[in-house]
């Protein structure tokens, strides 16, 4: 829209529609503006409007669509002012005109990004058992700053009973591997779920459970005999013993365990 100043400005008619009011000005301009910016500016026919008011009045109408589907979004969840804003540009939005919306959520206390963060450490982050490291890059992708991260502390006490919670459920989940495979699950999730590689290495110790031996040489068996079906047409019987055996190796059985077997099995 373009801007107009001829004169004194005064509102000329009011319509109120379904979703939103179209407003006619004295100089020409018409806008529409959702209920929540009408009532904002309170106009009325016959209120003299004044030139910055005017300015002000075409700009709210120019990102009012993309205010109330930015009202629709934080009615359902919470959001970064970086997300947001990648969500109205990516609704049509001018990068300016998303900007300006999203400084006005702010602005109306509908946006805070150091209260998210806060959210996000305190509930979101102990919930889903996050160690410090993906906690804090999961925030930077939201865009938060260091100037926010930084006023957060992350308890070296309170970061190892998160990761021995984590790994006493994972002591559970992976009971029926083998306990070498155990324990590599068991570290590869942890560096995963953001723990530092030497906290995950000491909850592990403590809390991996070694599998019991007649659990192991059941599984051992079980995974023994697959593996020789799989082999079992490279005519090279010492190149299918080295076939199984690596096989084996990497499920995470012992090396000692594993030839056992295969003397056993190849004699």
Known sequence: MSEKNIGDITVVSVKEKKKSVSISFSNGEKVSLSPDAYVEFLLYVGKKIEPEEMKKILKYAEEDDYYVYA????????????????????????????????????????????????????????????????????????????EVLSKFDFPDEEEEERATRCCLALNKKYAKYPYEKKKERAYEYLLGRGYDHTLAKKVIEECIEETPEELERELLEKDFYLARHKYYKIDDLYKRKQKILAHLLRKGYHYDDINELIQEEFK
Not at 86 to 104: D, M, S, T
């Open 71 to 146: 009202l629709r979004l934080l009615s359902k969840d919470m959001y970064t002012s970086y997300v947001l804003r990648g969500k109205l540009i990516g609704k049509g939005a001018e990068p300016i005109v998303a900007k300006r919306v999203v400084a006005r959520l702010i602005n109306d206390g509908l946006i805070n990004d150091e209260e998210y963060a806060r959210i996000y450490v305190e509930d979101i982050a102990e919930f889903r058992l996050y160690g410090k490291n993906k906690t804090i890059a999961r925030l930077k992708e939201k865009g938060i700053g260091e």
